[in-house]
């Protein structure tokens, strides 16, 4: 199991910039694809960006892509959401997950951090 810890949300401006922050327990850190997701208010969960194992290969929604970038430190077992040019259509919870496989569901899920993005 790996349990997942998000930081790093707050308010911004239209325009701004976060980074938001997963924290990963565990020593398997480096064996699960993760990913981002956002949940506005009255709004399904939406898939934001995904992560292979060693970071070599990433996924963005069209909505943020040129916009978000997400990485990952293994060594850190950390995975980050550097989120540009922020609009207040961005505001909503985000989460980060884990998987396992590529095409898996993912199985792991933090609490969320809230990102608001004010006009």
């Known amino acids: 199991q790996v349990q997942l810890v998000e930081s790093g949300g707050g308010l911004v401006q239209a325009g701004g910039s976060l980074r938001l922050s997963c924290a990963a327990s565990g020593r398997t850190f480096s064996r699960y694809v993760m990913g981002w997701f956002r949940q506005a208010p009255e709004k399904e969960r939406e898939f934001v960006a995904a992560?292979?194992?060693?970071?070599?290969?990433?996924y963005g929604a069209d909505s943020v892509k040129g916009r978000f970038t997400i990485s990952r430190d293994n060594a850190k077992n950390t995975v980050y959401l550097q989120m540009n040019s922020l609009k207040p259509e961005d505001t909503a919870v985000y989460y980060c997950?884990?998987?396992?496989?590529?095409?898996?569901?993912?199985?792991?899920w933090g609490q969320g951090t809230q990102v608001t993005v004010s006009s």
């Open positions: 992560i292979s194992w060693s970071g070599s290969s990433t």
């Open positions: 997950a884990a998987k396992v496989g590529w095409l898996d569901e993912y199985d792991y």
